[in-house]
């Protein structure tokens, strides 16, 4: 246990530089100390709620990958609500063994890579891998052993490494600096707690009738004392609290300028953002000063803080200066929600943290008012608004990435390997759990016992009355209602019909099918289907009434009508998703765009 939870501090010493800045969707990043519970032994974890921001569970994902990294010792498993989700980005390129009942306790970070325990292996060992899942303790056993051997395949990892890719760079670049109108005691909350923006647009964003109501009279932060500033968000944050739509109550002081005016918008974000801090503290109560500046004490944070210092975490600040303070709360605001929270302890409210911070902390509006005279410009936001264009370009992208690279106006396209692909799909052999795609690298040739063949079809042309199926019995039995010449007259018929010897009834058969050919091609069904190129010209020099019955009849390129209707049904898309795309895509083909000039290869045809 003191182990473990020494680990739990390394981690939080180690990762603090990342963490201590970053600002939270819902909840942080914790690790806590864990005790063991049937078959799972005791070990460090942590369940973060990461809202509508899902940047924010890829982070996480970087940062457990960064763990094992940095910690050899340690090998991390991380799911969510949807379960193996690091396999769900990487489906494409799963062995077909996986699937999710047997997927749990399977997948691993260790050493910084992606583990996959395989369902089955020849190593002589306790625990047994035929098993459907495995346990905590026999898997931890197994990656420990032949952790080599258990390595994730290269496309797996990359797909889940390009998820994570870009951190912690990728940080800043989640981040948007917007200035806002506030009221200075909103400017000195944040000053101290950054992070605690999130959950005033939180509350603004999730706002009920009743969470207004403390809006009318706004007890806490009231609009005289405002001022201009510069706020953080991210990304998810912004556009939250920017595109809702509001409207003040009158009674509530907050009165917006004409849309017109050059600072409308940072009114309108201050307005909203004021709300929300007034919601958080109208659901709490007044509460005790003393509990930040007893946790900010102690050989606990003097070594967190020494720690900092020698990561460069202060990236040479000098002690006292407004930048080295911004940090040291931020340090401060991490290393209570992270490092000294017990592992029992109660959630505590954002009302009462910005409560207590209000009862410690000297507002300076003077100093507030010179900082506004010269802010640092905002950030654009014009990633906010995507262009049919841009949304288009994203949407080639994200299909390029699966497929290989082409120049549309240069490639030459095999309509033959499309032919070729269609009807492998549709010979393959499928289970109920879904279509096998024939580039599939399990795939089974389709068996064809001949015997067996041949005596299934004697018994439909040919088959003895003791022969017949039950239901084939009960059938006959439901037509009672024949009067008894009428039965007679089948019995004779039948017994007539099997004196008739198999090769009599096919060739039957056959005479019947050329007679429908015969007079189908008097009709428009033909003009659906191309003939092969060798009697093209002899069928449509002969007109609809040169003698049919004794023309023969022309063949049917099947390749050929098989690709004129793929490309007719694509071309009737209009450039959307379809069934024709959607299946040629999912085996690899790709059809070029619907173009008047295409080059296309397709052999013996002209």
Known sequence: KAELRRCAEGVAVRFAPLLAGYIWQRQPFRLRYVPPRGETPAHIGGTTLFGDNVEDEWFIVYLVREITREFPGLAARIDDNDGEFLLIEAADFLPKWLSPENSENRVFFYKGELHLIPLSE?????????????TISQALTLLSTHSEEFLAAEPIRTAVYKRISGYPEKIQASFHRAHCYLPAG????????????????????????????????????????????????????????????????????????????????????????????????????KVSPDSKRNVLRGPLWERFLSSLKEKN???????????????????????????????????????????????????????FEREAASLPPEDDDSWLEITPDDLDQMLKEARDESLPSANAEEQKYDLEAVAESMKAFVSKVSTHEGAEMPWSSDESHVTFDVDSFTKALDRILGADSEELDSDDLDEEEEFDFLDEDDEDLDAENQREDQKESPNELIGSLKSYMNEMDRELAHTNVGKSFTASSVNATTSQSAGPDSGAEDT???????????????????????????????????????????????????????
């Open 122 to 134: 020849t190593h002589e060992q306790e625990c047994d891998l035929s098993a459907a899942t495995l």
């Open 186 to 285: 909103i400017v000195a909350v944040l000053r101290q707690r950054p992070s605690l923006v999130a959950a005033a647009v939180q509350a603004f964003y999730l706002r009920e009738p009743a969470d207004l109501r403390a809006c009318r009279s706004f007890q806490t932060f009231p609009p005289d004392q405002r001022v201009m500033t510069v706020v953080t968000f991210t990304k998810c944050l912004y556009a939250q609290l920017v595109q809702q739509k509001f409207v003040p109550d009158r009674r509530s002081g907050y009165m917006l300028p004409l849309p017109s005016h050059p600072q409308y918008k940072a009114y309108e974000l201050g307005m909203k953002l004021a709300h929300g801090f007034e919601i958080l503290c109208s659901k709490c109560s």
């Open 313 to 367: 975490y202060f990236k040479g600040q000098m002690e006292g200066s407004a930048k080295y303070v911004e940090l040291l709360h931020m340090a401060e605001d991490y290393f209570q929600q992270s490092v000294t929270k017990p592992e029992s302890s109660v959630e505590v409210s954002p009302g009462d943290e910005i409560l207590t911070l209000l009862q410690t902390t000297t507002i300076d509006l003077n100093e």
């Open 552 to 606: 023969e009849l022309t063949p049917i390129d099947v390749d050929m009508n098989l690709v004129a209707n793929l490309l007719e049904s694509y071309s009737a898309q209009s450039g959307l998703a379809g069934p024709t795309s959607n299946i040629l895509q999912s085996m690899g083909v790709r059809l070029p765009d619907n173009a008047d000039h295409i080059v296309c290869d397709f052999k013996d045809t002209k």
